[in-house]
């Protein structure tokens, strides 16, 4: 088995052949004017061993979760990463985890990891290959305990907030016909309180959801849609229509909108602000922007100069968002920081000499610092990464790029044959093709 890696990395070359402020930096883009942009430092957060990691998510005390691969690189476990220490957090019996989930400031880790039963389906559900039930998983101190189903046989954490509260997706016992082979089952967006799962409604006619995130208010925002075949950007069987906030009192979802397209609409991201960051196709359905929600309006953030496909994955409350944005060849990834009405590519804002390329921001916190996954450029390895801020440096709009022939804004880096081969070798890595968008 290999990890899950490149099945959402895989999305990017597919698709890219895509109100009031409560304070400042968290207002419309198109209302904004440019402020400071910070300067940042790196630090390689390392592997468990293999030569693949992914750092996802980060709370407001610094601690990292993500996943990482072990030696020889075909089993992958979640970690946490404290103090310049990473954890291997282990399984619930299977060969694998992962953390495509955030932590909260309780250091409650959220993901999914295999069981040892075998899935009586052979649904695969998690991507691991190995056919094995998958279960999501809430760990603390040293201990991993899973979360229930809504009855079906496998499920998954995506994140969890300050309260416990987690939100993901979970089988139903009820087969869906409309499902391709090998899903059997419904899979409904999910919200575990005290460990106990409820099912959150979905779009009226949708038949399949997933949430992806939560805030500390318990608002939760995902997408539903229909089944269909398995998705890399989604790591789902889903064909996501209709991207959804759920507020607590609301019977019904909120449709969030889109940007013309009529599928691949999802809310991937939500602040305590009610802000909500996400993806959603264009006209056509030929290629996804980065959006940005917040009182019934849709913007579109648009992409890097140069490039055709974006994605928005988190937001902290002062309104700073992080992702990536691609090129139309797929091969050139570059994690961005939007703040301000303003993208950045985040590799113009770190040393020049940096040894780490920055692909892919994931999670960022209420101090600004970022996380995702990066290149290690003297060895094509991906390693993740946490990015510091240090300092204000000026307007964004006139951040100088790096000098030609360094890595930055003006001079895009195609992963080299060695990495695009290991990203590969990663398939069947799960949960955040949602977040990413593609790369084969």
Known sequence: MKSRICTWIAGIILFAALATPALLGAQ??????????????????????????LAYGINDNGQIDGSSTLPGDNVVHSFL?????????????????????????????AGAAETSVTDPNNENFCSFGTNLICLGFVWQNGIMTPLSTLGGNNGQAAAINNRGQVAGYSETAIADPNCPVPQVLQFRPTLWTAGQARALPLYPGDTEGAAFWINNQGETVGASGSCAPYDPRYALPLQPRHALLWRKSSVQPIDLGNLGGKINNAGFAINDMEQVVGASDLPGDMYQHAFFWHNGHMTDLGTLPGDVVSAAVAINNKGQVTGVSIDASGQNLRAFLWQNGVMVDLNTLIPANSPLYLLHGFGINSQGQIVGFALQTSTGEIHGFLATPISAVGNLASVSPTAEGEVGATSKFALPENARKQLQQQRGFSRLGVRLMGLQ
Request: hydrophobic share 35%.
């Open 28 to 53: 419309e883009p198109s209302t904004i004017q440019a402020s400071q942009s910070v300067r940042y430092t790196i630090t390689d957060l390392g592997t468990l061993g293999g030569s693949f990691s």
């Open 81 to 109: 990463y404290n103090h310049g220490a990473m954890t291997d957090l282990g399984t619930l019996g299977g060969a694998n985890s992962e953390s495509f989930a955030n932590l909260n400031n309780a250091i409650q880790v």
